[in-house]
């Protein structure tokens, strides 16, 4: 049997199809990670980006949050700028800062630099993908990649940016130029998409984390059409589609509409209100504010019923807001995922 057909009956699987469930399905972006002192343990002496091409590494990370949390999904241990660096950009992630970029890309000779992804750019990446499936049985495996935008972002500021501005200049400056770039970005995203699922993901998440920096008008006419060359490109395998980014509360229409088949919320707008703005036929997934972890567990408790009583009744996957925030405590974790369990047993 085949991963995707071992995964199918599973709770997240369900809910990302809207079919009916025993109970909410949970898992928490950035479920692996700086929260776990696991993890911090079997990263110790080895840099963020060398640790996502080690397979045996990727698969024990990916899995502590699964044995600890007992959450509904695994989410393959990896970063956005990944595919980035296996085509050959010099880039790195600094502790604390994020990704940075030796030579940010602003020119058309610069495009030339971003060569399409191939399969054996990754070996790492079906490795571990395929050992995960194995591990993991009936519990999915959730692939991801960056989209478009928001890899963009990091390449033409050359690092974290609270702005955008050269984004943003490039984009509005040279439009011809801005649509290559996020072209290319969508080729190297769905490819990057399409050999973890071919390894046996079963779901994508795509993270346009910081496309809530535009306005809907813009949204469509400059990134749209990338986010939808990707969902489309990998809309033949059947694996759910998640698409999820930060302070989209005027996008949620729009990321619907580019092809997902599940959109990530934030906490700013409640799930009854997302799914109107969103419209029939996705489901939903979301979303306490992840600092909502950091109260008393009766206030978690309290938080996590509101967000519970304005989620849809079949299609709802709970998930924060945004990734865990590294000193959160564990324990939070697997309370809430225990609570989520308990409260929407049927
Ligand atoms: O558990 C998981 O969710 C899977 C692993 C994962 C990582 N990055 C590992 C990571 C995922 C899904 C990502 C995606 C990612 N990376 C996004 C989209 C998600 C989001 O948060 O919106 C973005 C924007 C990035 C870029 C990036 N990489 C940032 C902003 C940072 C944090 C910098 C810091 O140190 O504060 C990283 C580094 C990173 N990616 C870490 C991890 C576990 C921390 C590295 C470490 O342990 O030192």
């Known amino acids: 049997m085949s991963a995707h057909q071992q995964t199918a009956a599973s709770p997240f699987i369900r809910a990302c199809r809207r079919e009916p469930v025993p109970h909410t399905p949970v898992w928490f972006m950035r479920q692996a990670g700086r929260s776990l002192p696991e993890y911090l343990k079997a990263r110790e002496g080895i840099p963020m980006l060398e640790s996502c091409t080690r397979p045996d590494l990727i698969t024990e990370i990916t899995l502590q949050p699964v044995r600890r949390h007992k959450v509904d999904a695994a989410v393959y241990f990896s970063d956005i700028v990944v595919p980035l660096k296996a085509i050959g950009l010099d880039l790195d992630i600094k502790p604390g800062v994020g990704p940075v970029v030796a030579d940010p890309i602003r020119t058309r000779e610069d495009l030339k630099r971003l060569r399409p992804l191939e399969p054996g750019d990754v070996p790492y990446v079906t490795e571990a993908v395929g050992q995960l499936a194995a591990e993991l049985g009936s519990t999915p495996l959730i692939g991801f990649a960056g989209a478009p935008f928001t890899l963009a972002s990091y390449l033409v ?28 970005l969508a080729d190297i995203t769905t490819a990057f998409l399409k050999v973890q699922i071919e390894a046996g993901a079963s779901a994508v998440q795509v993270f346009d984390s910081w496309v809530g920096a535009l306005a809907p008008a813009d949204y469509r006419r400059y990134v749209m059409p990338s986010s939808v060359k990707v969902f489309d490109a990998v809309a033949d395998y059947g694996v759910p589609r998640i698409h999820f980014g930060v302070g989209t509360g005027e996008l949620l229409g ?79 974790l697997t309370r809430l995922v225990d609570f989520v369990h308990r409260s929407t047993q049927v």
């Open 157 to 184: 500021e050359g690092g974290p940016s609270r702005n955008h501005e050269r984004t943003k200049a490039l984009m509005y400056g040279e439009p011809e130029l801005w649509r290559d770039l996020l072209d290319r």
């Open 254 to 332: 729009l990321m619907g509409e580019a092809g997902a088949d599940v959109v990530g919320v934030d906490w700013r707008v409640p799930l009854d209100e997302a799914g109107r703005r969103v419209g029939p036929g996705k489901a939903l997934q979301g979303n306490l504010d992840p600092a909502v972890l950091f109260a008393p567990t009766p206030a978690v408790e309290a938080k996590t019923r509101e967000v519970l009583a304005a989620a849809p009744a079949t299609g709802h996957i709970f998930n924060l807001g945004h990734g865990v925030l590294p000193t959160t405590d564990p324990d939070a």
